[in-house]
């Protein structure tokens, strides 16, 4: 994954790629949670997630908002980006989480220290993500899969590091 830890951070991250259809992951100290899909307009699904962050935080883990950050496209696309990342953004300020600890990362930021140089074909999504140690099941959605892939980067990446307690920060 990342050179700089062999280890995850000690908390939780909620990994959004907020796009028309929101793909999300759910973590704790390595662990995966749960994932999946929602519209980032329905705020009660969206609310849901983010209040399931504090949950597995017990008051005390720190908890970490990751949002691939909008880029390229038309106006249009990035403007619903943007609005998908908003309430993302909203919904997790609402269930108790700090604007300080809300990250943002461009794809080929995500991408490149997990091996990975563009989009991946959906029929390759489930192999993708069993060699990175997941084991879903099922066929996980497109937003999903990058969801996934952002919060496998983010349980060792220096950008979270940075947002959370000395204490909390993966071993190198």
Known sequence: MNPASRYPHNCVVLAVDSAARSGWSLWSCGVRINSGECDPLDAEAVDGVCSA??????EALPKVLVLERPFGGTLRTVDGLG????????????AGGKKRRV?????????????????????????????????????PGSDEFEALLIGLWALRSPKVGAVI???????V
């Open 53 to 58: 962050a504090g949950k597995y935080s017990y």
């Open 83 to 94: 609005i998908a990342r908003g309430a993302w953004v909203s919904a997790w300020l609402r």
């Open 165 to 171: 307690p000395k204490q909390w920060r993966a071993a």
């Open 103 to 139: 990250v943002s990362v461009y794809p080929q930021s995500w991408r490149g220290p997990l091996g990975i140089k563009g989009k991946i074909d959906p029929l390759m999504q489930r192999p993708v993500l069993k060699s990175h140690g997941i084991d879903l099941h099922r066929e």
